[in-house]
């Protein structure tokens, strides 16, 4: 089963890093649901919810905003001036 390299970090600090089954994330443009095999891009992140589904079906769930984010490669990378985690 292929799985996504997440990580999400704060302007001082890695809030989250791990393996993950699918990620959702709010961007300016809406709202994505990203999974492995992912086309490559680069969103702007909008605030809101970073919702990750580890590959045990348990999920993070962290509050970020004023960003980034990138997939390449089923790597999914993160960086939010203001990122917290809600649950872990």
């Known amino acids: 089963m292929a799985v996504l390299n997440v990580s999400l970090v704060s302007a001082d600090q890695e809030v ?10 709010r961007t300016t ?11 490559p891009m680069l969103a702007i992140l909008g605030a809101g919810e970073v919702r990750i589904t580890l590959t ?5 769930v962290a509050d970020a905003a004023e960003g980034f984010l990138s997939v390449e490669h089923d790597t999914i990378t993160i960086v939010a001036r203001h990122a917290a985690l809600v649950n872990a």
């Open 16 to 25: 989250w890093s791990g393996e993950a089954k699918m990620v959702v994330a």
């Open 29 to 39: 443009e809406g709202e994505i649901g990203l999974l492995p095999g992912h086309e």
């Open 56 to 60: 045990d079906g348990a999920a993070v």
